[in-house]
């Protein structure tokens, strides 16, 4: 891609949608945020969906160094893209999306996949130590060495691992592709702590994979209760936008056309639903957009009355 078509992606504003008083606002631009041993591919099926329904996306590369480079790294590219934003996180990538959002107020909302989602002061290492999982008994250690006397550790997945606690629900033919290409993380990725926490201030959305055998479901439970995320669990390994690219593609969007209006309150507590309900509620809130009325709509019906 040319550097100037590069840079017109990076800023392009999406397609103006009506609203019910007839003025125009502007769709979100959605950024997709992918996680360790992996790269931006991953998000492939929800990237598509959502451009046929006409929003501006981009998955970025996350460089996988470091919490602060890479947060940091993300945030930039935050700055370059004009009017609202989306910002959805995989993974390693919600630890991401929670610091470079912190003092972007163009980040309307957050979106977590089977995520990180850490608090000021928490590690994915501590985090992870209070809700084990398979992933402890998966990975390796592999030395690296950069220019300028960089040097640190990676950590891959085990081949013979990654299809039990990484991608359960894909063909065996496709994880033993994923191993072979998978992006290794630095340890320091895991080991940097949290010096913000976006999700305390800006709206979240989070989906549970149930059968994630990387990140413990319960501790993905504890994240999106704690931070009060409009919340829809489903039976998915870990790779939730590979495996089940339309229920992520649901989930966003109902980030995106609450960001569309004004910004809902965080709710007290985490709300559970059932896949199909937050899929029907997207159906409604879809076609109510389309009539004009749907942004305030689904602003109210996110709402949730503090217990």
């Known amino acids: ?15 103006p ?3 019910a008083d007839g003025t125009t606002t502007t769709k979100p ?3 997709l945020v992918h996680g360790a041993f992996a790269d931006a591919s991953s998000w492939n099926g929800v990237v598509e969906r959502l451009e046929r ?20 790294y993300i945030a930039s590219l935050l700055d370059s893209i004009k009017g609202p934003i989306v910002l959805a996180g995989h993974s390693y990538g919600g630890a991401l999306i929670s610091s470079a959002a912190d003092s972007n107020p ?52 085990k081949p013979d691992k990654l299809h039990q606690v990484f991608a359960a629900d894909l063909p065996e033919s496709t994880t033993r592709v994923m191993a072979v290409t998978q992006r290794p993380a630095a340890t ?15 709206p979240s959305w989070f989906l549970v994979a149930k059968q994630d055998k990387t990140i413990n479901p319960d501790q993905e439970r ?25 229920a992520v593609t649901d989930l966003v969007l109902q980030a995106a056309t609450a960001a569309g209006s004004a910004r809902p ?17 997207t159906g409604i809130a879809a076609a109510s957009v389309i009539a004009g009325a749907g942004a305030v709509l689904l602003g109210r019906r996110l709402r949730r009355p503090a217990p």
Do not use: Q
């Not at 329904?53 to 940091?72: E, H, K, Q, W």
């Not at 995520?115 to 290492?125: I, K, N, P, Y």
């Not at 990725?189 to 201030?201: I, M, P």
């Open 222 to 246: 504890f994240e999106a209760k704690r931070a009060g995320s409009h919340t829809v669990e489903i039976n998915s390994s870990h790779v939730a936008m590979i495996a089940h690219p339309e």
């Open 265 to 281: 309150a965080l709710a007290a507590s985490g709300s559970t639903h059932d896949a199909r309900a937050e899929t029907a509620l």
């Open 106 to 157: 163009r980040v309307k909302s957050l979106v977590y996949i089977s995520a990180l989602m850490l608090d000021v002061g928490e590690s994915g290492m501590s985090l992870g130590a209070k809700f084990p999982s398979e992933l402890d008994t998966a990975t390796k250690s592999v030395p690296y060495r950069a220019g300028g006397g960089i040097s640190g550790t990676d950590l891959y997945l």
């Open 188 to 202: 320091t990725a895991f080991s940097e702590k949290a010096k913000v926490a976006a999700w305390k201030h800006i």
């Open 17 to 19: 949608a009506a609203a």
């Open 29 to 31: 631009t959605i950024v």
């Open 1 to 15: 891609m040319a550097a100037g078509s590069a840079m017109a992606l990076c800023t392009a504003l999406a397609a």
């Open 53 to 72: 329904r006409g929003y501006t996306v981009i998955a970025p590369a996350n460089p996988l160094r470091g919490l602060y480079s890479d947060s940091t």
